[in-house]
Nanobody, 126 residues
């Protein structure tokens, strides 16, 4: 079982930037892919970005060119740099860890992940 703790959310204005962090503990971080999802009120949880154990990166179309996902295996930490934020980016952001070591499939399905953080709120005002 892995524990995931997100931080870095907050209230910002449209056009501003935020960087989210997700610190993992409990298993070998470098062997597992990771993902970011978000959920706005009344909507389903949606994929934002993913990064495989080998560093391959995936983005939702809605955030391409604005968000950057990265990982630091030495710190057991994944990041999400969010630039040019829009009001529609407002949501609770969750990090997640893949359920299979060295997973190389589709990273945008919640079914890939078996461990989730508690979430961090991001609010973007217009």
């Amino acid at each position: 079982q892995v524990q995931l703790v997100e931080s870095g959310g907050g209230l910002v204005q449209a056009g501003d930037s935020l960087r989210l962090s997700c610190v993992a503990s409990g298993r070998t971080f470098s062997s597992y892919g990771m993902g970011w999802f978000r959920q706005a009120p009344g909507l389903q949880r949606e994929f934002v970005a993913g990064i495989s154990w080998s560093g391959t990166i995936y983005y939702a179309d809605s955030v391409k060119g604005r968000f950057t996902v990265s990982r630091d295996n030495a710190k057991n930490t994944m990041y999400l740099q969010m630039n040019s934020l829009k009001p529609e980016d407002t949501a609770v952001y969750y990090c997640a860890a893949a359920n299979t070591r060295y997973y190389s499939g589709n990273y945008n399905s919640p079914a890939v992940y078996d461990n989730w953080g508690q979430g961090t709120q991001v609010t973007v005002s217009s």
